[in-house]
């Protein structure tokens, strides 16, 4: 009987986050710290749009791109937050969350042989979906000393002749590190210089602590060469809605959406009713969720600073990235013994990339009550490993 399976796909790593939390569930008195969830529920106007759709009978498909009243509302937005104007026609497609819009964005722009520059670390599907998209992936470690920030430096020494796409990952998932503009003014004049494209995930756009948000967007020469990739899982609690978006350039747009059609059909149509709502009348949701995160992201930071425990500090999303190479082991075997001596999961840094080795990514998504329980017993761990060393 021949080989049912296709080598690629078999070639491709499962994803390094879900290994612990299979664990965690079995485990009394476990406290996860690892998925990348927002911990409150999705503000109730918003649902309530969602139910009043099914209650009204809109249940079915909509066109392949989307509602057009989103589609109008996610140009209102970025023409609110970013100062960029998109055609809600042409330019914005609804995308089965943001994970879908970096899958078909990948596939209509590669051929077999290009190259796609991967920051790492970062998201786990960048990798596994520039394969599937007969791509060549590139990663561009990046180091602790420069914030987890990518620089022009390093984008320069990473292009070939084959270089077609830079994805650009920020603010960052798992190091929590953000690109401030004058960031993104290097990186811009290397991609115009180079004639790249760029796929900017911007899913953690609305948690940002430091200042605005800047997208390359709005750089001179970038919106007609990027595709811009946000969604509604983070900002607003919507993970289970699955729904995110695209906007970019009509002729790439088209494309995306030929493989949307083909593949998905179109978003699911209650998300998208909630999703208007959430973009007429989230902004005070948002700003609550992100001074929540803010409280919790400075607690962990002294915390670690109280345990000794080395960590840069992070101004977006909702992840921390602390630094254990001190205590001589793997960021797998830590996350292990952690786990089963103070049952407490977190994600080995490697999830994210071989230049994660060293890291561990602690999520503070959680309610402070969970992080302050779980912070005292990783700084009991700590100390435990740190009285071990001195020992040896």
Known sequence: MRNPLSERIVGIKPSGIRKFFDIVHEMKDAISLGVGEPDFDTPWHIREEGIYSLEKGKTFYT??????????????????????????????????????????????????GDEVLIPQPSYVSYEPCAILANATPVIINLKAENEFRLTAQELRENITDKTKILILPFPNNPTGAIMEKKDLEAIAEVI???????????????????????????????????????????????TGWRLGYACGPKAIIEQMTKIHQFAIMCAPTTSQYAAVEALRNGDEDVAMMRESYNQRRRFLLHAFEEMGLPCFEPYGAFYVFPCIKEFGMSSEEFATRFLQEEKVAVVPGTAFGDSGEGFLRIS????????KEAIGRLARFVARLKEEKRNQ
């Not at 066109?63 to 055609?87: H, T, W």
């Not at 602590?209 to 899982?233: A, C, W």
């Open 192 to 238: 115009l210089e180079k004639d790249l494209y760029v796929i900017s995930d911007e899913i953690y756009s609305e948690l940002s602590y430091k200042d605005e948000h800047v997208s390359i967007v709005s750089l001179p020469g970038m919106q007609e060469r990027t595709i811009l990739i946000n969604g509604f899982s983070k900002a607003y609690a919507m």
């Open 63 to 112: 066109s392949n791109s989307g509602l057009m009243e989103l589609r109008q509302e996610i140009c209102n937005y970025m023409k609110r937050k970013l100062d960029v104007v998109y055609d809600p026609a042409k330019e914005v497609i609804i995308t089965v969350g943001g994970s879908e819009a970096i899958d078909i964005a990948l596939r209509a722009m590669v051929d077999p």
């Open 364 to 371: 503070y998504a959680y309610s402070l009550e969970n992080l």
